[in-house]
């Protein structure tokens, strides 16, 4: 008995619940969307203005990176402030790139007085080959790297002068 309720039970759930059910298929075109990517500056200005070493083709360019927490970094700057007078007349542009802020790069210029062309640098320092500060790329006048320098220097010396002039 209990089983021919069961199966009565069974049978009039599968009737009532196998309705048909209308759906509408929306034939409405979705259109594409296009997402552009906004692209960063490697560097920019401390205006905010995008910079990239290729803007510089035709000069020689050293890049120091560097932070306002680095004793190292700090102590070589009155040196590169003095190598970058002495190398005015040999086509070089010294830029001085932080991954801070704007704002803390700006407040550190202000403090210290140097009269330096500082940047922020928007990348990561290990795509830049980059795991200690100071780290310095010198450029030649094609855009390619052609020296390397980790850690603080005495930029102003003869023989670091005579080494940036000798780039081609």
């Known amino acids: 008995m ?8 069974v049978l009039s759930i599968s009737f009532t619940s196998c309705k048909e059910v209308k759906t ?4 409405e075109v979705i259109p594409e969307v296009i997402v552009e990517q906004v692209s960063i500056s490697t560097y920019e200005d401390l205006e905010g203005n995008p910079i990239e070493l290729s ?5 020689r360019v050293l890049v120091n990176y560097w ?12 040196d ?6 002495i190398l005015e007349q040999d086509n070089y542009v010294f830029l001085f790139a932080s991954d801070q802020s704007v704002d803390k790069i700006n407040m550190f210029k202000e403090a210290r007085k140097f009269q330096l062309d ?4 928007n990348g ?16 030649n006048e094609v855009g390619e790297q052609v020296l390397r320098f980790d850690g ?8 670091m002068i005579e080494k940036l002039r000798a780039v081609k």
């Not at 209990?2 to 039970?9: A, K, N, P, S, T």
């Not at 803007?55 to 000069?59: F, I, T």
């Not at 603080?152 to 023989?159: H, R, V």
């Open 152 to 159: 603080g220097l005495k930029w102003d010396s003869p023989e």
């Open 67 to 78: 932070a306002t927490w680095c004793k190292p970094c700090i102590e070589e700057m009155p």
């Open 2 to 9: 209990i089983l021919r309720i069961l199966f009565f039970f």
């Open 55 to 59: 803007d510089y083709k035709g000069k």
């Open 24 to 27: 509408e298929v929306n034939t």
């Open 118 to 121: 500082f940047i922020k640098f």
């Open 124 to 139: 990561v320092y290990a795509e830049e080959n980059v795991s200690a500060l100071p780290a310095t790329f010198v450029y």
């Open 80 to 85: 590169m402030e003095k190598a970058q007078t």
